[in-house]
């Protein structure tokens, strides 16, 4: 899963990045781990594992993971190609969800590229870049489509469709405020990858001030927060300079920090999370000597995908999972006292795996 970290810029998104890297997980346990500095792999908090792997004693401790990409550099004109601009929109392509970074704290040290601080206008000048590339997608597809519609129906009703979404974005739309429920168009939807079709989350950069009550007092972030409302999208509110100082402290520390500061969660903790749900993920873990693992699988995956999870074979030869709630197997002690008192179950190929499932596969090899 990646997210992509966008915003104007100087509003934050370097510093909300390096801390995420800084926080970061473990780079030598994810081989899949590029040396790419715009690209950080970050561990997504989860207790249970921790507890996990106390139970059993395991020699290594493995989370679950989110790619976060900086996407630095999309400026007013990165649409009509200016610059490096069609490089950073073709980045955003690539992610599952996006992160907009808005600017809500004031500090006359910090220059904003419009001169003053305006989250919805900010917000509004980045959408226009996304919605203004997604008209060019489909331009593209509309002339493509055009040849082939003459004589198939099909063609002509997704013809059809392309030129009521470009005239929807034009009107200053993002696709995902499309509403629709037919099969086709939302087929299409999710085959044209748009820019302004990806789940957002914004995240309001405020003062650390504005932290304790969550920036309630913050008149720019109440105006975020009805834009997101309108929009279908999420806001948390974070402060990335200080992010960057957590970032630097040991846990013990860290949790005196929070306290001083009056939150319980760093902000950090809440977007991790926060991007794990909006995307629709859940955890599954597995647990023994060796490793205790979270693995991450979108919610209603059944048993034997959540097993190709782990490898390709589990899925291929999968027979059963042994499948025993978390908060039960804590409750219980051990795996053989749940088993005694029939809170472990034998589960089939249509079982769809939950959040918190510890699994033990058991396959054909
Ligand atoms: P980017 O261009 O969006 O990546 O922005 P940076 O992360 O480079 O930040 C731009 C400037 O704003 C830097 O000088 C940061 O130290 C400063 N900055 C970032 N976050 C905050 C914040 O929460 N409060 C204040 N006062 N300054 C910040």
Redesign the pocket.
Known sequence: MKLGIV???????????NSLTKAGAESANYPFCTIDPNVGVVAVPDERIDKLTALYNSKKTIPAVIEFV?I?GLVKGASKGEGLGNQFLANIREVDAIVH?VRC?E?T??IHVDGSIDPIRDIETINYELIFSDVEILERRIAKTTRGARNDKALAKELDFQQRMKAFLEEGNLAIKYETEDEDELAWLAEYNLLTYKPVIFAA???EDDLADDGNSNPHVEAVRKFAAENGSEVFVI????EQEISELDDDEKQMFLEDLGISESGLDKLIKASYSLLGLISYLTSGEDETRAWTIKKGTKAPQAAGKIHTDFERGFICAEVVAYKDLIECGSLAKAKEKGLVGLQGKDYVVQDGDVITFRFNV
């Not at 402060?239 to 200080?242: D, Q, R, T, W």
Request: aromatic residues 8%; without cysteine.
């Open positions: 915003g104007l810029p100087n509003v934050g998104k370097s510093t909300l990045f900086d630095a970074v704290f500090d040290n910090v950069n405020v003062s402060s990335a300079e200080i």
